[in-house]
Structures are given as structure tokens and as C-alpha cells.
């Protein structure tokens, strides 16, 4: 599976941006998606997932702030990120776990810069 994210870029404080994940390739196995991100100088960190049954699950930090859906006709993942925080800047990377009936296969976007200033 190939993934690209779009949606990134520079927003006040308090502000919203959506985020989106296209999926393409062998997408029909993948059973989570997700969004992570990587602050400079830190480790990467769950934001939110999504299952292929539409469970999800939020850290901490965001919950009741984003909001991460999924369009299957589109193949796409989306975030929805309000009342953004300037500690939420990082490069943010969509996520995908696919499973066969042998193994799983993490694949990982190239990633999208969130800028959020004071």
C-alpha cells in the first residue's frame, strides 16, 4: 500500500486544519489506520487510529480537540484537528497495518508539517 498525506501547514492558535490520508495499492487487507507525529528532537507518538470497523482511539492530548474518520469509496483517512495548540506542532504521518492470514506489514506515509504559532 502507498499513502499520501495533505493538509498540513502554518495556523494560529486555536485554529483548525483537516488532514488527509489517501490510500492506494493492496488497501483491501489493511485492518488500522492511523495518524502519529514527531515533535523536533522527539519520539513518534500515537495521535489517533482508526479501525476497519470504525473503532477509535485518541490520546490524551487530543481527545475532544480532533477527530479521525475514514471515507472507504475514497480510500481516504482524514484528521480533524480544533482548537489547535502550539504544542501540537510536529510532522504528522498517516499509518496503515496490513494483515494476510501469515503476517503484517506496517506501512507509513512521507508525512505533513503542522506549524501551530502562539
Known amino acids: 500500500a502507498q499513502l499520501v498525506e495533505s493538509g498540513g501547514g502554518l495556523v494560529q492558535a486555536g485554529g483548525s486544519l483537516r488532514l488527509s490520508c489517501a490510500a492506494s495499492?493492496?488497501?483491501?487487507?489493511?485492518?488500522?489506520m492511523g495518524w502519529y507525529r514527531q515533535a523536533p528532537g522527539k519520539q513518534r507518538d500515537s495521535v489517533a487510529l482508526i479501525t476497519n470497523r470504525d473503532t477509535t482511539n485518541y490520546a490524551d492530548s487530543v481527545k475532544g480537540r480532533f477527530t479521525i474518520s475514514r471515507d472507504n469509496a475514497k480510500n481516504t483517512m482524514y484528521l480533524q484537528m480544533n482548537s489547535l495548540k502550539p504544542e501540537d506542532t510536529a510532522v504528522y504521518y498517516c499509518?496503515?497495518?496490513?494483515?494476510?492470514?501469515?503476517?503484517?506489514?506496517?506501512?507509513w506515509g512521507q508525512g505533513t508539517q503542522v506549524t501551530v504559532s502562539s
Open positions: 499509518n496503515a497495518l496490513s494483515c494476510s492470514a501469515v503476517a503484517c506489514t506496517t506501512y
Open positions: 495499492g493492496s488497501i483491501s487487507s489493511i485492518k488500522v
